[in-house]
């Protein structure tokens, strides 16, 4: 599965957008200037989307890389 379809079944299964989860994890404190903070290990943002979203692994790894600058 390519990097865009990851995205895509997101958007699909959650109706938010890359930018729409950036916006969710600078509230809730996980991203400082964008990006993740030194101290918040990519982990902890996986629970988080997992729980609040249901999204696996890799689609909650898809969300954090754009958390790191792909897009």
Same mark, same amino acid.
């Given at each position: 599965m390519s990097f865009?379809?990851?995205i895509d079944n997101i958007? !699909?299964?959650t109706g938010k957008?890359?930018?729409d989860f950036k916006k969710l994890a600078e509230q809730k404190g996980f991203l400082e200037k964008g990006k993740p903070?030194? !101290?918040v290990k990519a982990?902890?943002?996986l629970k988080w989307l997992k729980e609040d979203f249901d999204l696996g692994h890799?689609?909650?790894m898809a969300?954090?890389?754009t958390f790191k600058g792909m897009k």
């Open positions: 865009q379809a990851y958007k !699909t299964k957008t890359p930018a903070k030194p !101290t982990g902890e943002i890799g689609h909650g969300i954090y890389a």
